[in-house]
């Protein structure tokens, strides 16, 4: 069965506190995997597609990088305003005409000045 | 209006009524979706609609009816929903089902009472 499992579920960081978020995941292959940043009562925001092991996107303070078996998201010097819940999805192969994305339940970011 | 609108942003509605949820997306995209979303779990697709066409029903109870006129517009109507209905409902769109990254909307929060 094709599964997400983010970790950890809450991280406190001082303002300036370089750390990674962690998103495992098992499909029978993969198409894609999506990472997105979600504000309180916001829809998620699209962050990064990551497609292949290997592959590394940056964006500002935030870098996504992908192997074989898992994806990290590394946020390097973060501010307050970064502080948010980063979901992870995956899109397996074999999906059939659908896009369809297997979420994690996300990482809880507070960012303390 | 720019991006995915959803219309209205909070709803509280009794078991006995009848509503309907508004989405509407402005990018040009072929294929749109609704998802919900529950505290502490992964968010769940419920629908996907490709060129107007619904291309997936993830096992959802008929109390909930999705309804696509076109590319820009997708609704969702409710009716004799159950407490355990209540969540934040979010739609989404992407350019196409695969492997595009999908764009959210600020969500619903329904509240059914």
């Known amino acids: 069965e094709d599964q997400v499992t983010q970790s950890p579920e809450a991280l406190r960081l001082q303002e300036g506190e370089s750390s990674s978020l962690n998103c495992s995941y098992t499909?029978?292959?993969?198409?894609?995997l999506f990472w997105y940043r979600q504000d309180p009562g916001k829809g998620p925001e699209f962050l990064f597609t990551l497609y292949s092991a290997g592959e590394e996107k940056e964006k500002e303070r935030l870098k996504a990088t992908l192997t074989k078996k898992e994806s990290f998201l590394h946020i390097t010097a973060p501010k307050p305003e970064d502080s948010a819940t980063y979901l992870c999805?995956?899109?397996?192969?074999?999906?059939?005409?659908?896009?369809?994305?297997?979420f994690g339940t996300g990482t809880l970011l507070a960012v303390q000045p | 209006e720019t991006g995915v609108t959803q219309t209205p942003r909070h709803l509280v509605m009794g078991m006995t009524n009848k509503k309907s949820l508004k989405c509407e997306q402005h990018l040009g995209h072929n294929a749109m979706y609704w998802y919900k979303q529950s505290a502490k779990k992964p968010l769940e697709l419920m629908f996907v609609y490709n060129f107007k066409e619904q291309t997936e029903n993830n096992s959802v109870p008929s109390r909930f009816s999705p309804e696509c006129p076109n590319s820009s517009h997708l609704f969702l109507h409710l009716h004799t929903l159950q407490p355990e209905d209540s969540a934040l409902y979010l739609c989404a769109s992407s350019q196409d089902t695969s492997p595009y990254e999908q764009y959210f909307g600020p969500g619903t929060r329904l509240t059914v009472t």
């Open positions: 999805a995956v899109q397996a192969l074999g999906g059939g005409a659908t896009n369809k994305l297997i």
């Open positions: 499909v029978s292959g993969l198409r894609g």
